[in-house]
């Protein structure tokens, strides 16, 4: 279990193998393991009791070690943890001048902040793809064919703290059918989301969403697959089952 523990606690601990020797401010020095470097968070190790503490207790040269030997072990990270609720909003109202025709609106949305709202957060990617599912093909030919129907991805600006931000992206329409049988004519509902958080240097993924039920197990066996569906263009086709 990690714990917040107290650097005095830590300096008292009994001496341990260790990778990196860390001064305090104080100008107290301590050998430690670093696990993982988030945000200004870094989790280190000693006598084999893992502690989470802030960067801003260290030298700037004990910093700058400890981000080193947690890039050296890939895991580091410049974003604190990170909580981000995403919701896609829909209304379906009768089309203009049809007795058959609906549209719907489509408004996805995104709230972003850090677990910790004390943090500051550095700008961070957003992307968005909304996907849509042919109505001729699900009630006329019985079988699944989703689309593309929107992908955005936009910057989401640097803030001094993680307070809870309301990220709104581009809402859109679309028109189906709303009889179910064999009549359909087609169009497209709303059927799934996928989402993303990226490092807007590095484009490493920090988070992945999806309302999709078969893709967390799914991308659970195949990481690589996120980028792949993510780079997705508008108009593509969705495969209809990940097996």
């Not at 080193?68 to 609720?85: E, F, I, V, W």
């Not at 991805?153 to 059918?177: E, N, Q």
């Not at 004519?185 to 059927?191: D, E």
Request: proline share 6%; aromatic share 6%.
């Amino acid at each position: 279990m990690i714990r917040q523990t107290s650097l005095l606690v830590l300096l008292l601990a009994s001496a341990a193998l260790a990778e990196t020797t860390v001064t305090t401010k104080q100008g107290q020095s301590v050998p430690v393991e670093v696990l993982s470097v988030a945000g200004g968070l870094a989790t280190i190790s000693r006598n084999n009791v893992k502690s989470t503490l802030k960067l801003d207790q260290f030298t700037d040269a004990s910093q700058a070690e400890v981000i080193t030997a947690a890039k050296a072990k890939n895991a580091y990270s410049a974003y604190p943890p990170l909580h981000a609720q995403v919701s896609v909003g829909t209304k379906s109202h009768p089309t203009a001048n049809s007795s058959y025709k609906k549209d719907m609106s489509i408004n996805p949305q995104l709230k972003l902040s850090a677990v910790s709202a004390l943090d500051p957060m550095p700008a961070i990617e957003a992307t968005m793809l909304i996907i849509c599912q042919d109505t001729k093909a699900k009630f006329v030919q019985h079988v699944d064919h989703y689309v593309i129907h929107a992908t955005e991805t936009k910057t989401v600006p640097a803030a001094a703290d993680g307070k809870v931000r309301d990220i709104d992206f581009d809402p859109s329409t679309v028109s189906f059918d709303a009889w179910r049988d064999a009549s359909n004519v087609g169009g497209l509902v709303y059927k799934y989301y996928l989402f993303a958080l990226r490092d807007p240097e590095t484009k490493k993924l920090i988070d992945f969403q999806t309302n999709h039920p078969q893709l967390p197990a799914y991308l659970a066996a195949h990481p690589e697959k996120k980028e792949e569906l993510l780079n997705l263009a508008k108009g593509k086709e969705f495969p209809a089952a990940f097996k």
